[in-house]
């Protein structure tokens, strides 16, 4: 396990190896005409559909197509919260977004404590099992996991998505905190302990604060997660004022809510507004969000 | 304590009343921490797994059970077309997206290690599709393919090329998904690990091999790729997962069509499990499911050996 966890350097090494200047700077401008194609390809389809978002009903299907409308319809981005129920989607969303990451973050941190610091029997093969589950397909569990929600009468409700966070949620977030926490010194908690601190004050006074990256690391990643997921949302609930955004993106991509009329520019609006809170959470936390992508390939 | 011990009939590794007073307390301290662990372990894992091997030889519907032994396993493998078809379907996006994914992330890493100008905000702009929720991407990505009025068979017009109907042509809905993966995944995660790797390799073994002569396509074939194969197989591994798992893609754009060209398997599954309630079947289902997955993830583990390089690994 590296230690090292820098946020990554934007200009890391530049070898200026070439024989000649002119070899330099022909080399140089070939590759930012590569980076350039890479960017028109990434960003194309974003940028239609942004300006798909903004395009009046009658300018949708036109050939060729309009790259950017020359009036952009604003309200598109109104019409969507009256013609669906938006509004109650991105409630659930943000209620099994917060109490998601509450309980992922929470519990992987208490349970990579307990892997961290404490010597119990049985210990490595408890967190090998935890580990194990890294690879089992959630496929597998799904349909049992179906019928237990149903017997304990959950099945349309948040809690499927919510309450099996709090009980350890995810081994790799586990295991991301419990690597954290090795490498914060043991003889910190010997000297808590001598100062009469007991394991919970060391938790949540002195390991806690100490790994506020790893933590915060954690919650994006938990976030990201519960926000896009689709494929929960998508057996255990049914009825539309139950769905969270991911869910209630399909259910309007289906309905019938404009007579006929194209609904490509509602669709591109909705898609847009599901997507901006996780590019202003990337923006906001960006060090964060390298630094955990970083360690999850470290244990490579 | 003595009581205690004669009570407890554990294993060895679980014995805890051998230990001291001190340890013993430390013990039931690490039990309680990791305690909401081994309830979920237990109540959501462990437990729907053991569920779901015994529903698997039983035809189940929630209103009906009946044990039929490994008859859900023969229809698989003897009685169920789509089960094949969907199957091959799978493998064969795998074997298109695995690779592709991983030399596109890899030359991106690349390029975004040379120390170019604008480097941050070219890595930005290529990873800020990945955070699109699947769902918003699908839907994207069938507005971007539509054949008469969307900009892709536009674009090919101008140049000349009649463009196919993409995810409304068996013989390309293929392909579209796997560009529309490509996109949402290539400048993800798998680039940033990439491009981490790229930059943990230590700068000596590129001066030892310029003493050495080596021109610049041989520092990368003798010096990157392979202290960067750790770094590959990580990549290759979850990617390799990841793509035998698709299904929201498919669901969205194509719901497996057009004529099952886009059926995977878990499709498959999610149809057998939860639209005709077939939940016994679908347990078999993913039983087979999980066997593959293993061995997919083992044959690559076993043959890591050959080729994975760690650095610091003694070898024979």
Known sequence: MKTDVQPLPAAVRVRKSASTLTRYWGERGLLHLLALMLTFVFVLPAFWTLSSSLKHPSNIFVFPPTWWPTQPQWQNYVLIWQLSSFGVWTRNSVIVGLFGVLGQSLSACAVAYGFARFRFPGRDLLFLACLSTLILPSEVTIIPQFLLFNELKWLDTLLPLIVPYFLGGSAFFIFLMRQFFLTIPHELDDAAKIDGAGSVRIFFNLLLPLSKPAVVTVAIFSFIHHWSDFFSPLIFLNSKENFTLALGLRYFQQAPVTRGQPKEHLLMAASVTVTIPLIVLFFVTQRYFVRGIVMSGIKG | ?316
Not at chain 2, 105 to 127: E, H, K, P, V
């Open chain 2, 1 to 316: 304590m003595a009581g205690e011990s004669a009570t407890l009939r554990l294993p060895a590794f679980f014995k805890i009343s051998s230990l001291s007073r001190m340890r013993r307390r430390e013990a039931i301290a690490g039990y309680l921490w990791i305690s909401p662990w081994i309830i979920g372990f237990l109540v959501f894992v462990l437990g729907p797994m053991l569920m779901s091997a015994f529903l698997s030889f039983n035809n189940y519907t929630i209103v009906d059970r009946k044990w039929i032994g490994i008859a859900n396993y023969v229809r698989a493998f003897t009685g169920d077309d789509l089960f094949w078809l969907s199957l091959s379907k799978t493998l064969i996006y795998a074997g298109i997206m695995v690779p592709s994914s991983l030399i596109i992330s890899l030359t991106c890493a690349l390029l975004l290690n040379q120390g170019l100008r604008l480097t941050a905000i070219y890595r930005t702009l290529f990873f800020l599709p990945s955070l699109t929720p699947a769902v918003a991407m699908a839907l994207l990505w069938v507005w971007f393919f539509q054949p008469q009025f969307g900009p892709l068979n536009y674009l090919l017009g101008l140049v000349g090329i009649p463009g196919p109907s993409w995810l409304g042509d068996a013989r390309w809905a293929m392909v579209a998904l796997v560009i529309m993966a490509l996109w949402g995944t290539a400048g993800g995660a798998t680039m940033v690990i990439f491009l981490a790797g790229l930059q943990g390799i230590p700068e000596e073994l590129y001066d030892a091999a310029k003493i050495d002569g080596a021109n610049r396509w041989q520092k990368f074939a003798f010096v990157t790729i392979p202290a960067l194969s750790p770094t590959i197989f990580f990549n290759l591994v979850l990617g390799i997962i990841g793509a035998l798992k698709v299904f929201t893609p498919a669901y969205i754009a194509t719901d497996g069509g057009p004529a099952y060209a886009t059926w995977f398997y878990v499709l498959h599954l999610y149809y057998n499990g939860f639209r005709y309630f077939e939940m016994g079947y679908a347990s078999a289902l993913a039983w087979i499911f999980f066997a593959v997955v293993l061995i997919f993830t083992y044959i690559q583990f076993r043959w890591a050996g050959r080729w994975v390089y760690y650095e610091g690994e003694l070898r024979e």
